[in-house]
């Protein structure tokens, strides 16, 4: 998505250890106007599989989610990495391990809005390692739901995320693949290909 692309280029910034930051469009500051667009695109690719609810993870996953949930006219569901007062029970829940954060969160999604009638998009923002996605696999589950794809906002293509989801067999449709950071800068997959 070259609009995507364009803003990554702009305002992403090459942290050391391979970390991208995008907090100003999309992790801290969000852009509703890129967002749109993005939901818009992941809603024109799935839009022909009967997609019920969306699920994604709190919280850079949510904007994405929910402007292409507005285009589906699907509810969004995101797992919630901290217990409340009103999340006790009731609950489907894995393991999630962050490399950005090092520390490894439980998440939740209540059994009263995830059913096995669902056939369900997942959404998040980044894809590494694939650690969040297979606890929202693992999630979808325990539910008996039915997972008709995988949408990813911004792939790091250099890390084993991707070849870890293939194996799952799920369609996996990233936005922006990333194929490099070095020496911070951006290099994308399609800049790779040999002239």
Same mark, same amino acid.
Do not use: C, W
């Given at each position: 998505?070259?609009? %995507?692309?364009?803003?990554?280029?702009?305002?992403?910034?090459?942290?050391?250890? @391979? *970390?991208?930051?995008?907090?100003? #469009?999309? $992790?801290?500051?969000?852009?509703?106007?890129?967002?749109?667009?993005?939901?818009? =695109?992941?809603?024109?690719? #799935?839009? =022909? *599989?009967?997609?019920?609810?969306? +699920?994604?993870?709190?919280?850079?996953?949510?904007? !994405?989610?929910? #402007?292409?949930? %507005?285009?589906?006219?699907? !509810? *969004?569901?995101?797992?919630?990495?901290?217990?409340?007062?009103?999340?006790? &029970? $009731?609950?489907?829940?894995?393991?999630?391990?962050?490399?950005?954060?090092?520390?490894? $969160?439980?998440?939740?999604?209540?059994? @009263?809005?995830?059913?096995?009638? &669902?056939?369900?998009?997942?959404? &998040?923002?980044?894809?590494? $390692?694939?650690?969040?996605?297979?606890?929202?696999? =693992?999630?979808?589950?325990?539910?008996?739901? =039915?997972?008709?794809? /995988?949408?990813? +906002? /911004?792939?790091?293509?250099?890390?084993?995320?991707?070849?870890?989801?293939?194996?799952?067999?799920?369609?996996?449709?990233?936005?922006?693949? /990333?194929?490099?950071? &070095?020496?911070?800068? /951006?290099?994308? +997959?399609?800049?790779?290909? +040999?002239?």
């Amino acid at each position: 998505m070259k609009l %995507l692309e364009e803003h990554i280029r702009k305002h992403g910034t090459v942290l050391p250890g @391979n *970390v991208l930051k995008v907090d100003t #469009f999309l $992790n801290h500051q969000i852009d509703p106007v890129l967002m749109q667009a993005v939901g818009n =695109e992941f809603a024109d690719r #799935f839009k =022909e *599989v009967g997609i019920t609810k969306i +699920v994604t993870i709190e919280s850079s996953g949510i904007a !994405p989610a929910v #402007f292409a949930g %507005l285009a589906l006219d699907v !509810p *969004v569901v995101f797992a919630r990495k901290k217990k409340s007062l009103t999340l006790t &029970d $009731n609950l489907y829940t894995s393991s999630v391990y962050s490399f950005t954060k090092q520390e490894a $969160n439980d998440i939740s999604v209540s059994k @009263n809005f995830l059913a096995s009638t &669902d056939t369900i998009l997942l959404i &998040d923002d980044f894809l590494a $390692n694939g650690q969040a996605v297979l606890g929202l696999l =693992e999630i979808a589950e325990q539910a008996g739901a =039915e997972v008709a794809g /995988i949408g990813i +906002v /911004i792939e790091k293509s250099f890390q084993q995320g991707r070849a870890l989801l293939e194996k799952t067999g799920f369609p996996i449709y990233s936005l922006a693949r /990333i194929a490099s950071l &070095d020496n911070e800068q /951006i290099r994308f +997959v399609e800049e790779e290909v +040999v002239q």
